[in-house]
């Protein structure tokens, strides 16, 4: 089944001048590629990965090209005009992506940057863009487990730390106590369940829990060491910024870490820094 709005493997149906079409099954028939998009070499017969929208006459075409993003997930894009429609925002295509005002929280400006959600508009069938996300976030039970790597997008700061979008369907939590290196709205990064609440919230951490998390950053600094001739010139003084610009963690679990490679006798930590011990 095709879906609208994001990567598709179909097959190479029919070859014109212009380009060649791919098959879109019994709803959408035969899909033009456009010439410039066709990879050199394609043939009768081949399967092409392509992305799948509405050019700007509303018909059905496909494109080699990748989109910012797809259908289904956040991304912050930049509104390049807005009028008596909605906004219209670049996301990678050479039709831009319409935000409809009844879809716009704040109304949007041209030049600035805006976390929405991608979805297909039910009524028109066409690819659009939204900022009220309650619409399409938790919509089925959060399944996840304590432990879980997830995929997280930051989509507004509050009191308690920073909202998240859980792999595009689920609202998270990370709490500022969890929260070290420069964190924004619009940022992806990968992230851990810390508990699913009774009441279905999610709590986030940025790193692995309990000693799954010492391990991780142990392994990180030894091989950093290695890489470096054995020498960095950081230790349990260095500021939480070089620390994070280094391994990705906090201060606190970089001291925990390397104490215990210091008990293990695979580290020295002196002034200048620590040494790796051969």
Sequence with gaps: MIKIGQMNTLTVVKEVEF???????????????????????????????????FDSEDDVIATTEKPLAQVGQFAKLQCVSANSVGAFLNWGLPKDLLVPFSEQRVRMQEGKNYLVYLYVDNASGRI????????????TPARYKKGDQVHVTIVEETDLGYKCAVNDAHWGLLFK?????????????????????????????????????????ADKIIRTLELKGGFLPVNDKS?????????????????KTIGGLYKERRIRIEKEGIYLIK
């Excluded at 500021?239 to 970089?254: M, Y």
Aim: proline share 3%.
């Design 128 to 139: 659009v863009g939204s900022t009220k996300f309650n619409k399409f976030l938790d919509k």
């Design 177 to 217: 106590s969890e929260i070290f290196g420069k964190l924004f709205v619009g940022k992806s990064l990968k992230a851990y369940i810390k508990q699913v609440r009774e009441d279905g919230k999610i709590d986030l951490a940025l790193q692995k829990l309990g000693k799954g998390k010492v391990d991780d950053v």
């Design 239 to 255: 500021s939480p910024d070089a620390i994070f610009s280094l391994f990705r963690t906090s201060k606190a679990t970089f001291k």
């Design 19 to 53: 380009g060649v079409f791919v098959d879109g099954g019994r709803e959408y028939g035969n899909i033009l590629l456009p010439k410039r998009y066709v990879p050199k070499g394609t043939s009768l017969g081949d399967e092409i990965n392509v992305f799948i929208y």
